[in-house]
């Protein structure tokens, strides 16, 4: 009798000391700030340091400082923002405007608007190469693009359907547009000359995703996240996601590529082959996400109890800067 409680009691010791490894994630939250303004994030990007979101819940564009955990500059008067994209070396931010059909020149010195693009069209999603801006139109089924030197949009190609998000080929100078409601990724030449368009065996391709070292485009689709060969289209292999996955960001460095769905972050390994190193059920609701790679911080954009939050996370195997913040964030 003895040597059976001795055995069992060992069983109960080893699993309360393993217990912490078994169910430990590979984010940890270390705060979750307030933003003015009711719920509602479409695109995020990183200026000077800062991350720039639209905010479209409060027709405003947030500039947030990850490190002080503080909004620092609200662009407003907007309709509707939708795209960022940002010019690190001219120190300018591109707003897509979607309801003011123009996209907005934001200097990142002292957080200004300094220009206003008219456009034929309601911008979307943005991508910026060497003063070259592509835009989407989702409501006319159009990818565009403007010659910024002369600020006239200089092309436009008919996809066929909603253009989503952007990435591009730097090497092959190739644009790729997801389709949603084609259930396909198209690929754009620098003439917009649409050059290839992949089926894909998923519904609903929205967030996309290039890692120029696997030439592979990473799609989140309808209960999916599919690698596919960027230069022939054929599913590379896929995880599982919750459903409405959305928006993609890939860190190069680590190879690690995080998906949002409306409570719920998914840590994809990409290095080669998608595996999931961690499903992390949020206390905020949203569906675009943030990795800050000088910082070490994923930050998630959303609502929690009708009101626009942040949280942020750090992975555990990171350690914060020498100069991190570790103020109790604002709930």
């Known amino acids: 009798m003895h040597r059976r409680f001795s055995w069992i009691a060992g069983w109960i010791t080893l699993l309360l000391f393993s217990a912490p490894m078994l169910f430990s994630s590979e984010l940890r939250q270390i705060g979750m700030v307030n933003i003015p303004g009711p719920p509602g994030f479409d695109e995020m990007a ?7 979101m639209t905010h479209s819940g409060a027709s405003a564009v947030d500039v947030f400082d990850p490190v002080r955990r503080r909004v620092i500059a609200q662009i407003t008067g907007l309709q509707s923002p939708r795209g960022v994209a940002v010019d690190e070396a001219g120190g300018k931010v591109y707003i897509a405007d979607h309801g003011n059909h123009s996209i907005v020149v934001v200097t990142v010195e002292g957080w200004k608007v300094s220009d206003t693009i008219p456009l034929p069209g309601s ?7 060497q003063g070259k801006l592509y835009w989407t139109d989702a409501d006319n089924g159009t990818v565009s693009l403007i010659d910024l030197a002369t600020k006239q949009n200089v092309g436009t190609a008919e996809i066929g359907g909603t253009p989503r998000d952007l990435a591009l080929d730097p090497d092959r100078k190739v644009v790729f547009a997801t389709v949603q409601d084609l259930h396909q990724v198209v690929a754009l030449d620098p003439q917009l000359k649409i050059v290839n368009r ?3 065996d998923a519904s609903q391709p929205t967030g996309l995703a290039y890692d120029p070292q696997s030439q592979e485009l990473f799609v ?3 209960f999916a996240v599919v690698a596919i060969n960027a230069a022939t289209g054929a599913e590379v292999n896929r995880v599982a996601a919750p ?4 928006a993609l960001w890939l860190d190069p460095d680590s190879h690690m590529l995080y998906a949002a769905s409306d409570g719920s972050l998914l840590m994809i390994h990409a290095d080669g082959h998608l595996t999931i190193a961690d499903d992390i059920a949020t206390e905020v609701k949203g569906h675009t996400v943030a990795y800050d790679a000088a910082k070490k911080l994923v930050l998630l954009p959303g609502g929690r109890e009708g009101k626009s939050k942040v949280l942020i996370l750090r992975p555990v195997s990171s350690n914060p800067p020498d100069n991190a913040d ?3 964030a604002v709930r």
């Open 123 to 129: 911008p979307d999603n943005l991508l910026l190469d």
């Open 198 to 200: 992949y089926n894909l």
């Open 243 to 246: 459903a409405g996955v959305d």
């Open 220 to 222: 989140a689709v309808r």
């Open 46 to 52: 990183f200026a000077n340091g800062m991350l720039v």
């Open 326 to 328: 570790t103020r109790t």
